[in-house]
């Protein structure tokens, strides 16, 4: 089956530093690759949908200067999160899909913890 | 736009029993899937079952099924035999008619199989 992994599984960083999160398809190619967040005990929400080669499209309210994401190849796509506060704290997991699938596949996912 | 409703924040049930989650749905497209994802502790999205809404045969798998009512938007997962490792977060979620729109997720249930 498809497998996309996720890098790293775990940071812990000081406030105001910048974090990059990986995702990447390790068996497929990612037309589009998509980034959740999630807070403990809630449902995944949709931060941004990023086509390869093209700007990410962002969800209202997610502020796209401090959440930059790149998908530049068809198997990576970066999550950098920029300035990095305490609130910005949580799981944040990517998806990767393709026109014409049936599904789409889940990372493990990157716990962020901003000390 | 599309809504996904579960309504059962939180479920038991023991050990070999059935049990049932339920969630409704929302949407004015005619083709679409729908899933539902487990997500145990470790918090990686599994997928359980997927179901096309254009199959009226309902899907199952192994020991998950489900009841799908198309016309009363309707999508409930059914678990039979419930197993210790079954204890986790569900997910009810509907995408449209390709993997690279996003993923609409239910606010889940929790799920906690008792010995």
């Known amino acids: 089956g498809a497998v996309v992994s996720q890098h790293p599984s775990w940071v812990i960083c000081k406030s105001g530093t910048s974090v990059k999160i990986e995702c990447r398809s390790l068996?497929?190619?990612?037309?589009?690759m998509f980034w959740y967040r999630q807070f403990p005990k809630q449902s995944l929400m949709l931060m941004a949908t990023s086509n390869e080669g093209s700007k990410a499209t962002y969800e209202q309210g997610v502020e796209k200067d401090k959440f930059l994401i790149n998908h530049a190849s068809l198997t990576l796509s970066t999550l950098t999160v920029t300035s990095a506060h305490p609130e910005d704290s949580s799981f944040y997991i990517c998806s990767a899909g393709w026109l014409g699938a049936d599904t789409q596949y889940f990372g493990p996912g990157t716990r962020l913890t901003v000390l | 736009a599309q809504t996904v409703t579960q309504s059962q924040p939180e479920m038991s049930v023991q050990e070999a029993e059935t049990v049932t989650l339920s969630c409704t749905y929302d949407t004015s497209e005619n083709n679409y899937y729908l899933f539902w994802y487990k997500q145990p502790p470790s918090r990686q999205m599994i997928l359980v079952i997927r179901q096309e809404a254009y199959k009226q045969q309902n899907a199952t798998e192994n020991r998950f099924s489900v009841n799908f009512q198309k016309a009363a938007k309707s999508f409930s997962l059914k678990i039979s035999d419930s197993q210790l490792g079954d204890t986790a977060m569900y997910f009810c979620?509907?995408?449209?008619?390709?993997?690279?729109?996003?993923?609409?997720f239910g606010k889940g249930t929790r799920l906690s199989v008792i010995a």
């Open positions: 979620a509907f995408m449209k008619p390709s993997g690279n729109t996003p993923l609409v």
């Open positions: 068996d497929f190619q990612a037309t589009t």
